[in-house]
Every structure is written in C-alpha cells, then in structure tokens.
C-alpha cells in the first residue's frame, strides 16, 4: 500500500475522485478483515499496467480494478487478457447504490462491459456510502437502455474464497415475476397503441413484412414478444428481431437449423437490422443461447417441431393477420403461457 506522502501525490497526479478514493478503501479494509494483505497501484512491470489493488490468495495473484467511467470495449479486453498472461486473475468492479431486491438499471456502455457470464451473468459493485458489496443478477430485457435486474448485498460473513471463485453467484436464481409480467403487458400495449414517426433499419425490415399482410409496426405476433432470459444481450426489441427470425426465415424454411439462424442473426448485426450491446458483440455463444431459447419457445408451441438437438422442423405457420383486439387479448394468454413455460422449464 502506498503511504501517506506516496499516496497524496498520486492523487494529485492522477486527479483520482473520491469516490474512487472511497471504493479502495473499501475493498482494502474487506481483504484485511479476511487476513489477506494487499497493495494500491500495483505497477507490474511485465505489462506495464498498475493495478488499482493487487493480491495474493493461496499462491495466486488477483488484481481488482474499480472502473468508474466509460472505458473502450477493445481496451477493456486488452487490460483483462494482458492480465491473464502474466497468471493474474482480474476481477472488474462499478460503483453504485443499492436500489432493493428488484430494480430497474439503466444500463451504460460501462455497465454492459460490466456483466460477467459465468457461472451466471452477473456484475459487481461497491456501495461506498452503505459500504458493502452489491451483486447484480436476473438480467431481464425492458427497453433499450433498461433491463431489471435482481440484487443480492452478501453479509460480512462472505469469504474471501466465495468472493474470488464465484460459489457465491452459483446460488443466483432468476427473477421472474408475476409483477414483472404486468409491467411487460403494460409496454406491450403501449407498443400496439403507439405511433412511430421514425424508423431504424430493423423496424424498416420488420414493416416490410408486416405490410405483406397489409399489417403496420402495431400488429407485430404476440408469439413474437416474449421476454426470453437472453434477451438482454441485445438493444434490439424483441417483437422486431423475433418477428424477423419468425417471418422472415423460419417460416420460409422446412428445415430450422440453429447454427444457420445464428449466422443469420450475426448477419442481421452487421446489416443493422439486430443491435447488439457492446460486450456481447464477439460472443456467439450467447447469441446461440438467445436463438435457441427463441426456438425451443416456438416448439413449445407447436410451431416446430425438433428432429434432434439443433435441428428442428417447420410444423405449421402462425396466423400473422389478425386485429388489435385479438392481438390484445393474445397478448395476455400468451405472457401467462410464457410464465407457465418457464416455470415448466424450472423443474
């Protein structure tokens, strides 16, 4: 750790806030509670790059970097992987406010860069006022910029060996509400009723073949507006790349194969028609996740059927023309079946 003199002129170097200042703190006064002695601006010589705390813990190096501003998604993964080079295991923390059991986030370029997916997505955050660690988990799709989330504050008892190989994170389950199926209902018909003045490259595509049935943005399937559990990875709304992947090639095709729909949808990313948040743009796991998650839906309803694992096919297509009235109430059954398909799924 740097004494005080040492310290002083960092901070007048480095124009360190103090909130920065307040989260490594924190984090140094939680590893000493926990035996484990730690240094401020690590230099590292081998990678040229100081650590803002760096540890050891049973014969393995740890650094912790708080970010607390927005930092390029290619330099991001430069500083994670030059720390792995040199056997240092890097661990990327925010800061924010506990907001309660369920909240809404509004989700930055940062805290994008933030989410973690193993053992499950998550994030991690300091509370500097409350000081404590806060866990961000249970991430749900709800616009754009906005996904719920579920948070989990551990108790002083969380030790330092849960903390670093995530056993903490595997006790994470979904947050999967009937007060959330209420609020997702509530946008679902705002989006019916809605009147769009100005188009993005998806929604032109997705006008196009709602129009083949004589149909504008409002009549979008209500098969086609499902909160899937990865939805979150993109910015896109789900009635517009669901509507797409439904209407536009799965019910073109006798045979669905998952690997085809996902170099389609990566396709679609570059095209513009699907928007992808920015930690998520090289991980084509988690888009085969979401499509396949999209297609398992569709077979649950009978709209394919699977011939074995990643291939399924055609069984019959959806009545795309229907009125808003009926829409509505499709609406509804369809979020209750969802519910029911999930909990299903649980078991």
């Known amino acids: 750790m740097l004494c005080k ?14 909130t920065h200042q307040s989260a490594k703190a924190f984090v140094v006064e939680w590893l000493a509670r926990k035996g484990v002695i730690s240094e401020t601006e690590k230099w590292i010589p081998v990678i040229q790059r100081r650590a803002d705390i760096y540890f050891q813990f049973k014969d393995q190096e740890y650094v912790i970097e ?22 240092i295991v890097p661990f990327w923390v925010g800061v924010d406010q506990v907001d309660g059991l369920n909240s809404d986030q509004k989700m930055t370029l940062l805290d994008e860069l933030l989410i973690q997916m193993k053992p499950v997505p998550h994030a991690c955050y300091i509370d500097v006022e409350k000081g404590t660690w806060l866990f961000r988990h249970g991430y749900f799709y709800l616009q754009n910029r906005t996904l719920t989330a579920c948070e989990y504050v551990p108790d002083d008892e969380l030790s330092i060996g849960a903390f670093l190989n995530k056993s903490v994170i595997n006790q994470f389950t979904v947050c999967f509400s009937d007060s959330f199926i209420r609020r997702w209902l509530s946008q679902t018909k705002r989006k019916r009723l ?8 998806g929604e032109r595509t997705v006008l196009g073949l709602l129009q083949e049935y004589g149909l504008n943005l409002n009549y979008f399937p209500a098969i086609c507006r ?26 073109r095709r006798d045979r669905i194969v998952i690997t085809d729909l996902c170099d389609l949808m990566s396709e679609a990313v570059g095209k513009g028609i699907i928007q992808i948040r920015s930690n998520f743009m090289e991980d084509r796991g988690r888009m085969r996740l979401l499509v396949t998650e999209f297609v398992c839906w569709l077979h649950e309803l009978g709209v394919v059927g699977q011939e074995y694992p990643g291939v399924y096919q055609l ?17 509804e059954l369809i979020s209750k079946r969802y519910l029911t398909y999930l909990e299903t799924r649980k078991k």
């Open 194 to 201: 809605q009147k769009t003045l100005s188009l993005n490259q």
């Open 315 to 331: 069984e019959h297509s959806i009545t795309v023309k229907k009125n808003l009235e009926t829409l509505l109430q499709d609406d």
């Open 66 to 87: 708080i970010q607390l501003s927005f930092i390029n998604r290619k330099d991001f993964r430069m500083r994670y992987e030059d720390y792995l080079s040199v056997d």
């Open 5 to 18: 003199e040492e310290q002083h002129d960092y901070q007048k170097e480095s124009n360190e806030s103090a």
């Open 226 to 251: 499902v909160p899937l559990q990865q939805q979150y990875i993109l910015k896109t709304p789900p009635e517009i790349w669901q509507t797409w992947l439904l209407l536009a090639v799965i019910q």
